[in-house]
């Protein structure tokens, strides 16, 4: 059983490029959230995408973006890429959308030169 | 702002020892909680959470919770190099959204 999978693994971009980011749920799980974790800190909700809609969405700019595929995959688009947009971008998945019970991938580390 | 707050550490115990971790948070209506632990380079995985006030135990691991003082803890009984981590405390936060919210983490050394 496959758990989820995110890719790259590791990326570096220049300022004002753009990024995007996949993630494939745990078998069986429809619900997909982003978080970014810099340094030190915890993880920081972007957004939840379930049924192919974005259903909530922290305190993330409009460059940060996203979208859930029929089989329930997910990208996070990233635009106009600046210097503090470096982190760890976790994806996680889960049985439903209101639950902290989160399956997390290994993550995509960007860093933004 | 509704925060989950956590001492970033480290918290250094002997190899055996009890470990205790300790988290607050800020909205009173938050009613689940959860710990995650993240090994260096990795990502976080959930090994307790808990629902209702007082203890819930699981091998080692005890999770406790006052919600009159909006308090949750992570005991680690018995204590292995191997638990070296850092330990995040997650709330659903209430107020329609229900989404995880994090605290920084506790960085754990386990010193034989």
């Known amino acids: 059983d496959a758990g989820v999978t995110q890719s790259p693994t590791h990326l570096i971009k220049t300022r004002g490029q753009q990024v995007t980011l996949r993630c494939s749920p745990k078998?069986?799980?429809?619900?997909v959230s982003w978080y970014q974790q810099a340094l030190g800190q915890g993880p920081q909700f972007i957004f939840q995408y379930y049924e192919e809609e974005e259903r909530q969405r922290g305190n993330f700019p409009d460059r940060f973006s996203g979208h859930q595929f029929p089989n329930y995959s997910s990208e996070l688009n990233v635009n106009a890429l600046l210097l503090g947009d470096s982190a760890l971008y976790l994806c996680?998945?889960?049985?439903?959308?209101?639950?902290?019970?989160?399956?997390f991938g290994e993550g995509s580390r960007l860093t933004v030169l | 702002q509704k925060e989950v707050e956590q001492n970033s550490g480290p918290l250094s115990v002997p190899e055996g020892a009890i470990a205790s971790l300790n988290c607050t948070y800020s909205d009173r209506g938050s009613q689940s909680f959860f710990w995650y632990r993240q090994y260096s380079g990795k990502s976080p995985e959930l090994i307790m959470f808990?629902?209702?006030?007082g203890d819930k135990e699981d091998g080692r691991f005890t999770a406790q919770l006052n919600k009159a003082s909006q308090y949750v803890s992570l005991l680690i009984r018995d204590s292995q190099p191997s638990d070296s981590a850092t330990y995040l405390c997650?709330?659903?936060?209430?107020?329609?959204?229900?989404?995880?919210?994090f605290g920084r983490g506790t960085s754990l050394i386990v010193h034989p």
């Open positions: 078998s069986g799980h429809d619900t």
């Open positions: 996680a998945s889960s049985l439903a959308a209101n639950t902290g019970e989160l399956f």
């Open positions: 808990i629902y209702s006030n």
């Open positions: 997650a709330a659903l936060i209430s107020g329609g959204s229900y989404i995880p919210t």
